[in-house]
């Protein structure tokens, strides 16, 4: 069964920085097109960056210059390196990870930004 685990989330001041990471496990981490979801109170889930079917990233409009997404396939492991964080960034990012019709999610990690 295929398990995904998020780390890395916590309090940060605006303009500061944080990294997440999401560690698949359960089968093989290169087949799989990963990406990271967040969703803040009262609103509905939304995509922040993902990989897409010829490796290429797409980033939300409201992260983009800001947010990196990147993978390392010998650790099965990807990444989303957040800068010049913003209140409104705050959310719980969710991992998610798709291969045919396997579409697997995470348990989230909170990330507040907040003075």
């Known amino acids: 069964q295929v398990r995904l685990v998020e780390s890395g989330g916590g309090l940060v001041q605006p303009g500061g920085s944080l990294s997440v990471s999401c560690v698949l496990s359960g089968d093989i981490f290169r087949f799989y097109i990963m990406g990271w979801y967040r969703q803040a109170p009262g609103k509905q889930r939304e995509l922040v960056a993902t990989?897409?079917?010829?490796?290429?990233?797409n980033y939300a409009d409201s992260v983009k210059g800001r947010f990196t997404i990147s993978r390392n396939n010998a650790k099965n492991t990807v990444y989303l390196q957040m800068n010049s964080l913003k209140p409104e960034d705050t959310a719980v990012y969710y991992c998610n990870a798709q291969r045919g019709r396997n579409n697997v999610w995470g348990q989230g990690t909170q990330v507040t930004v907040s003075s």
């Open positions: 990989f897409t079917n010829s490796g290429s990233t």
